[in-house]
T-cell receptor, first 112, second 116 residues
Framework: RKEVEQDPGPFNVPEGATVAFNCTYS??????FFWYRQDCRKEPKLLMS???SGNEDGRFTAQLNRASQYISLLIRDSKLSDSATYLC?????????????FGTGTRLQVTL | NAGVTQTPKFQVLKTGQSMTLQCAQD?????MYWYRQDPGMGLRLIYY???????DKGEVPNGYNVSRLNKREFSLRLESAAPSQTSVYFC???????????????FGPGTRLTVL
């Protein structure tokens, strides 16, 4: 089993739709979780950190389910500009160095 | 603040040539990282530096060396480039305190390397 797994998509949704992605992780000792957005041929940019209580930033909501070991990202009222690849990242178990393991990403295409 | 900067943006090498990718950050971060990204493989960690003066291997270190020149700069060297090293290389930096929100990493714009 991969350390971090994502459905590669693509998810094709019309403008205004709600779409959700999941990301599963294998190491129950992981403590930090993130969603990054990556546009074509650009660097990953932090979208949001995922806290145990869940967090919301405008149209974006991230949640953590420790029991089932997955994080989710919900995008409401999708915009054309949301089209991108969404990467989840999970930290390695606590140690002397901070490292993240990234999923391969889920591609979202928002259409008119 | 410029954040994380990388040079060059693009490079074409012939098999066997060497080159150094440069990375610098102005966020006073302790940790710096080098990743490669290939289609279908996601981001894979090559080397990282948890703090100035230390470097460690990541998931795919073979064929690469690194230098943490000072707190700001972390370079990646390919001593004898191979076609399998054709990839997009990203440098990242972060505060580096494991298990907290300071695990957050911030990425540079990347270097697109082609080895013929």
């Amino acid at each position: 089993r991969k350390e971090v797994e994502q459905d590669p998509g693509p998810f094709n949704v019309p403008e205004g739709a709600t779409v959700a992605f999941n990301c599963t992780y294998s190491n129950s000792a992981s403590q930090s979780f993130f969603w990054y957005r990556q546009d074509c041929r650009k660097e990953p940019k932090l979208l949001m950190s995922v806290y145990s209580s869940g967090n919301e930033d405008g149209r974006f909501t991230a949640q953590l389910n420790r029991a089932s070991q997955y994080i989710s990202l919900l995008i409401r009222d999708s915009k054309l500009s949301d089209s991108a690849t969404y990467l989840c990242a999970v930290n390695k178990p606590p140690g002397t160095a901070s490292k993240l393991t990234f999923g391969t990403g889920t591609r979202l295409q928002v259409t008119l | 603040n410029a954040g994380v900067t990388q040079t060059p943006k693009f490079q074409v090498l012939k098999t066997g040539q060497s080159m150094t990718l440069q990375c610098a950050q102005d966020m006073n971060h302790n940790s710096m990282y080098w990743y490669r990204q290939d289609p279908g493989m996601g981001l894979r960690l090559i080397y990282y530096s948890a703090s100035e003066g230390t470097t460690d291997k990541g998931e795919v270190p073979n064929g690469y060396n690194v230098s943490r020149l000072n707190k700001r700069e972390f370079s990646l060297r390919l001593e004898s480039a191979a076609p399998s090293q054709t990839s997009v290389y990203f440098c990242a930096s972060g505060q580096g305190a494991s298990g907290t929100s300071t695990d957050t990493q911030y990425f540079g714009p990347g270097t697109r390397l082609t080895v013929l």
